[in-house]
Nanobody, 116 residues
Framework: QVQLVESGGGLVQPGGSLRLSCAAS????????MSWYRQAPGKERELVAI????????NYADSAKGRFTISRDNAANTVYLQMNSLKPEDTAVYYC?????????WGQGTQVTVSS
């Protein structure tokens, strides 16, 4: 049974930082591309960042470039999203996603709220 469990969300002030984690189990983690998505109330889910299976290539949404960093530890079966200089518009539920060909798995999400 595949499980992706996100953690690290919470309430943070504008300009602050958070580090999200997504722990995977039940799959050969090192084979999967991993990504972070987010969904704000009333909006569609959008891609934030993606990293290749071995971590050699990472890509970001324009809204995340220069502020967010995606990374992974294949030995720990975990992907991370370091978020700096957070803005109120970053408020959303953040989800991790594992992809390998047609196999796609999602976590349950973690809430990030940026507010003073």
């Amino acid at each position: 049974q595949v499980q992706l469990v996100e953690s690290g969300g919470g309430l943070v002030q504008p300009g602050g930082s958070l580090r999200l984690s997504c722990a995977a189990s039940g799959l050969l983690f090192s084979m999967y591309a991993m990504s972070w998505y987010r969904q704000a109330p009333g909006k569609e889910r959008e891609l934030v960042a993606i990293i290749t299976s071995r971590g050699g290539i990472a890509n970001y949404a324009d809204s995340a470039k220069g502020r967010f960093t995606i990374s992974r530890d294949n030995a720990a079966n975990t992907v991370y999203l370091q978020m700096n200089s957070l803005k109120p518009e970053d408020t959303a539920v953040y989800y991790c996603k594992a992809t390998l060909a047609r196999a796609v798995y999602w976590g349950q999400g973690t809430q990030v709220t940026v507010s003073s």
